[in-house]
């Protein structure tokens, strides 16, 4: 059974309702018990200095001092993601008519998306909070991500995803030898199965149910990482994927957190959310003007981001106005042509949900939403080998010859 409460979390005090501000002490908890809003963590930073996390590990440990982790986290086993490189995309910038433009690539994370980074924390808190499995429902990369961390640290994964996955992302995950079980049914239906489970089996870890607060705060290293890799600076815009919502939102929160602490200068940003049109129920409530948004049924290609009831969707209206940003969708053609713009003119090759993201950055550059003048990021959170069904039917080669050179002249190639 959980511990009911944790003495080695590093810089985390305590776990605050979003909406009614209570508080409690750390410990397995995830909904606030005076009006069942979520939690999430509170801290008390201390002293850091950019010098203090440039001195750390070259993964995302080098902000434990910002992290709900033990402080000695480093000599745990874990997958040790992060610090992913962030390319300047001058090609793809000049096809959109943007003047500076990047791309924030966590498909150079151990299991290949920015999954690795939630699952380090929260199997970090796990263990600090007594828990005996990793667990998790998955839309795909976050089972990988959950097998590998489980199968790094030597305890056992159970994981829970829709039995209609991409095969890649099913292979992925089985590979790591963890309990894996297929549900009939969408992410939704899932994610309702695994907090029952959680209700019963007392020494698993949900990481994005009963550990959801220190799960979460994972993002806001993407958030950290890009601000020092542009020279400790925030970008004037940056563009989200939006599943559950809370990579948008923490990624918010690191840039907060950093200003706070006198880590970069106080400047204004824009943060824009990015869905499928057919998993779009927050790019939805934006358009109507909704305070929250309806939940859909998804049917998309982008399936990593195929989520019909996101936990944090509220929030990410809340951010997106907040900073004078948008919501916006992209149809599942323009997500197809998202991937192939950003591998043809970048050499990176994203899975569907980079290629709502980039679908999403054509559509705000060509409406003139956002500024073309602005210093912009994308994230691109995952690797396009686990969605290649999605680009099979529209690639193919060049030509197929025979080897002659008089068949190499007649295909017109030269």
Same mark, same amino acid.
């Given at each position: 059974m959980a511990l009911t409460s944790a003495t080695n979390l590093g810089p985390a005090t305590a776990l605050t309702c979003r909406e009614c501000g209570h508080s409690r002490d750390l410990g397995p908890h995830y909904a606030c018990e005076e009006c069942f809003g979520p939690l999430e963590i509170s801290y008390d930073f201390g002293d850091v200095t950019r010098a203090s996390i440039e001195a750390g590990p070259r993964n995302i440990w080098r902000y434990k001092g910002l992290l709900p982790v033990p402080s000695h986290i480093e000599e745990t086993p874990n997958t040790e993601p992060g610090l992913t490189r962030l390319v300047r995309a001058d090609h793809l910038a000049e096809t959109l008519g943007l003047t500076r433009l990047w791309v924030k690539d966590d498909s150079g994370n151990p299991t290949h998306s920015f999954k690795d980074r939630v699952v380090a924390v929260a199997l970090a808190a796990a263990r600090e909070l007594g828990f005996k499995v990793l667990a998790c429902p998955s839309t795909g990369n976050l089972a990988n991500a959950v097998a590998a961390a489980a199968a790094r640290a030597g305890i056992r994964s159970a994981v829970f995803v829709p039995s209609d996955l991409e095969a890649q992302k099913i292979i992925t995950t089985a590979v790591y030898g963890g309990t894996f079980v297929t549900v009939d049914g969408n992410y939704d239906d899932v994610n309702r199965l695994a907090s029952e489970i959680a209700?019963?089996?007392?020494?698993?870890?949900?990481?994005?149910?009963?550990?959801?607060?220190?799960?979460?705060?994972?993002?806001?290293?993407?958030?950290?990482?890009?601000?020092?890799?542009?020279?400790?600076?925030?970008?004037?815009?940056?563009?989200?994927?939006?599943?559950?919502?809370?990579?948008?939102?923490?990624?918010?929160?690191?840039?907060?957190?950093?200003?706070?602490?006198?880590?970069?200068?106080?400047?204004?940003?824009?943060?824009?959310?990015?869905?499928?049109?057919?998993?779009?129920?927050?790019?939805?409530?934006?358009?109507?003007?909704?305070?929250?948004?309806?939940?859909?049924?998804?049917?998309?290609?982008?399936?990593?981001?195929?989520?019909?009831?996101?936990?944090?969707?509220?929030?990410?209206?809340?951010?997106?106005?907040? #900073?004078? @940003?948008? !919501?916006?969708?992209?149809?599942?053609?323009?997500?197809? $042509?998202?991937?192939? *713009?950003?591998?043809?003119? /970048?050499?990176?090759?994203?899975? #569907?949900? @980079?290629? !709502?993201?980039?679908?999403?950055?054509?559509?705000?550059? $060509?409406?003139?939403? *956002?500024?073309?003048?602005? /210093?912009?990021?994308?994230?691109?959170?995952?690797?396009?080998?686990?969605?290649?069904?999605?680009?099979?039917p529209v690639v193919a080669p060049t030509a197929n010859i025979a080897p002659t050179l008089d068949a190499f002249r007649a295909a017109g190639i030269a």
């Open positions: 209700g019963e089996q007392e020494d698993w870890a949900f990481v994005n149910v009963n550990v959801r607060p220190y799960y979460a705060e994972g993002s806001k290293t993407l958030g950290y990482e890009i601000a020092e890799q542009l020279g400790w600076r925030l970008p004037d815009q940056i563009v989200v994927p939006v599943a559950s919502g809370s990579q948008l939102t923490k990624i918010d929160k690191a840039f907060q957190e950093l200003i706070k602490l006198g880590l970069v200068e106080d400047k204004p940003y824009r943060v824009f959310g990015a869905q499928p049109a057919g998993c779009d129920p927050v790019a939805h409530a934006f358009k109507q003007g909704w305070d929250v948004f309806r939940p859909v049924k998804p049917d998309t290609i982008a399936k990593s981001l195929a989520i019909g009831n996101p936990a944090d969707g509220t929030y990410v209206l809340d951010v997106a106005r907040r #900073t004078g @940003g948008t !919501v916006e969708d992209v149809t599942d053609e323009q997500v197809v $042509e998202g991937i192939r *713009l950003l591998a043809a003119t /970048e050499g990176i090759f994203g899975e #569907t949900a @980079g290629g !709502v993201t980039v679908g999403v950055l054509k559509k705000l550059a $060509e409406s003139g939403t *956002l500024d073309p003048s602005a /210093e912009t990021v994308i994230i691109n959170s995952g690797d396009g080998l686990k969605t290649l069904d999605a680009v099979a």
